[in-house]
């Protein structure tokens, strides 16, 4: 799976090193936010390379909700504990929650369709900045701060009529932004298609904090900040 090389996993646990996180949201993801840097003090592991990773392990279900709890760092040893059949969390050895899954309806196992909605979903999402986030910000005439953006995943919902497809795309079908003082949230709503038919449904909130007024100069010059990085990091991988 294309997962492999972005997890180490060692005796039912596993984590991730600093270079197969930032790797992940770069090379699979197209996510540049600066917080996925290796050598960023405030570094914290993709929440899509998180959920990935957990439906590898549970499952790919009907109906399934994710909440984000905690920001993981790399080295951190995880694991899955299952309360029941629709209720689980990805704890650390202490037991601390970083994520919490329920889940019902039919589920699949079937790797291949698993790396398929993943994969398709992860680059979807890895779309936020600037395409998605930027018009929304504008039209509240407020900004991320462009020295420490911090845009950090809350929740996902994943809802599917069925599972018997084999590797739908993912499209957006409506964003909205909501503001309050100097935090905000951002809402996509998503659905998956294969041949044309919507086979299933989404909705990501991420959350926002030190909201300032929107500034178009600031916010071109943190867009050419993303772009040169990106095309730093690309020349670099290449």
């Known amino acids: 799976m294309f997962l492999d090389s972005y997890y180490s996993e060692q005796n039912g646990e596993f984590s991730f090193t600093r270079e197969q996180a930032s790797h ?9 936010n600066p917080i996925h840097d290796e050598d960023n003090k405030r570094f914290c592991v993709p929440g899509d390379l998180l959920f990935s990773v957990v439906l590898a392990k549970v499952g790919l279900s009907q109906k399934m909700r994710f909440e984000f709890a905690g920001m993981i760092n790399d080295g951190i040893a995880l694991s899955i504990d299952t309360k029941s059949d629709t209720d689980m969390s990805l704890i650390d050895e202490k037991g601390k929650e970083y994520l919490h899954i329920t889940r019902e309806g039919d589920t699949t196992n079937d790797q291949e369709l698993i790396g398929q909605v ?5 680059q979807f999402s ?4 600037p395409h998605i986030m930027v018009p929304l910000m504008e039209s509240k005439q407020i900004m991320i701060n462009p020295t420490r953006p911090l845009v950090i995943y809350e929740s996902m919902e994943l809802d599917f009529t069925r599972l018997d497809f084999s590797a739908p795309t993912v ?5 909205e932004i909501t503001v309050e003082g100097k935090r905000g949230s951002v809402t996509l709503l998503f659905c ?6 919507v086979v299933g449904t989404g909705r990501k909130r991420m959350v926002m904090s030190g ?8 916010i071109d010059e ?3 900040r993303f ?5 730093r990091f690309l020349n670099i991988a290449a």
């Open 171 to 175: 499209e957006l079908t409506g964003s």
């Open 222 to 224: 943190l867009v050419n």
């Open 192 to 197: 998956f298609k294969e041949n044309g038919e």
């Open 118 to 122: 993943t994969k398709n979903y992860v």
């Open 211 to 218: 909201l300032k007024p929107y500034c178009q100069n600031e």
């Open 126 to 129: 890895g779309m936020n900045f």
């Open 227 to 231: 772009n040169e990085r990106k095309d």
């Open 24 to 32: 992940f949201a770069k090379i699979i993801a197209g996510d540049f």
